[in-house]
């Protein structure tokens, strides 16, 4: 079960929300310091780390869940944010060049499903980056929060299900070890935190980041599924209009 999306907004609005998503950022800056002319798709709830696409990147957008919800995203300008089923895409094949996948992979209860669709929107040459909970760590021990919910895993487990579904992991990284926490003396040093735990403490990171790219010569065995039309699934949750919701906090 997903997480409700108005409980996520307030988490990236509140203090320790603003430094995850500035530690969390860094890391896929470091796997994808370019972006130019591609198009970037975020699947779960991603667009607290997509912003710094949009001035690069030919198209970015996101996809949010219908047993989520979803929120207006950005707060300027025109919407590009959808609410859609995670097992049926409404993108045409080999339409996108890079996927990032936070606070889904651990929530979905159509796992196999939602990663044959990121499977077939991704380019020949696109690569996934998946963010999800490590199962170690004090984080997904702690329901305050999102990373406290759904299913952890262990860095083996996770390559182990993009192996599954006809992704290979490239690279990996890591990221939060300080402790989910408000205080301010522990969120002043957060930096320190991460270079520490980076270079001693992986295996108790917060969150696990694996760059995966797309398996193209085993897809020859893929059973083709019968066409059909791609419909963006009905509003299961609100939709948060600007009006209805506070806007996201920038840095």
Same mark, same amino acid.
């Given at each position: 079960m997903y997480s409700d999306v108005v409980d996520l907004r307030e988490?990236?609005?509140?203090?320790?929300?603003?430094?995850?998503?500035?530690?969390?950022?860094?890391?896929?800056r470091e796997l994808w310091p370019d972006v130019t002319g591609q198009r970037v798709l975020?699947?779960?709830?991603? =667009?607290?780390? +997509? #912003? *710094?696409?949009?001035?690069?990147?030919?198209?970015?957008?996101?996809?949010?869940?219908?047993?989520?919800?979803?929120?207006?995203?950005?707060?300027?300008?025109?919407?590009?944010?959808?609410?859609?089923?995670?097992?049926?895409?409404?993108l045409p094949d080999m339409s996108v060049d890079?996927?990032?996948?936070?606070?889904?992979?651990?929530? =979905?209860?159509? +796992? #196999? *499903?939602?990663?044959r669709e990121v499977w077939r929107v991704l380019a020949g040459g696109g690569r996934l980056i998946a963010i999800v909970p490590n199962r170690r760590s004090i984080w997904a021990r702690s329901d305050r929060t999102p990373f406290g919910n759904g299913s952890p895993y262990s860095?083996?487990?996770?390559?182990?299900?993009?192996?599954?579904?006809?992704f290979v992991p490239e690279k990996e990284s890591c990221a939060l070890f300080m402790p989910p926490a408000r205080s301010r003396?522990?969120?002043?040093?957060?930096?320190?935190?991460?270079?520490?735990?980076?270079?001693?403490?992986?295996?108790?990171?917060?969150?696990?980041?694996?760059?995966?790219?797309?398996?193209?010569?085993?897809?020859?065995?893929?059973?083709?599924?019968?066409?059909r039309s791609r419909l963006l699934a009905p509003a299961a949750r609100p939709v948060f209009g600007r009006s209805a919701s506070h806007r996201e906090t920038e840095e």
């Open positions: 988490f990236y609005e509140g203090s320790l929300g603003q430094v995850v998503r500035r530690l969390i950022r860094r890391r896929i975020g699947i779960g709830y991603a =667009t607290p780390y +997509l #912003r *710094p696409f949009r001035d690069e990147a030919e198209r970015v957008m996101a996809m949010m869940p219908a047993s989520q919800g979803v929120v207006f995203w950005p707060s300027e300008g025109p919407g590009l944010v959808t609410l859609t089923d995670e097992a049926e895409l409404p890079r996927v990032l996948l936070i606070h889904g992979l651990e929530y =979905t209860e159509h +796992l #196999r *499903p939602m990663l860095s083996s487990q996770l390559k182990k299900t993009l192996r599954a579904n006809l003396f522990l969120l002043a040093g957060a930096g320190a935190w991460e270079e520490i735990g980076a270079r001693w403490f992986k295996a108790f990171a917060g969150v696990i980041v694996v760059e995966a790219s797309k398996q193209i010569y085993a897809s020859a065995g893929r059973v083709k599924a019968p066409e």
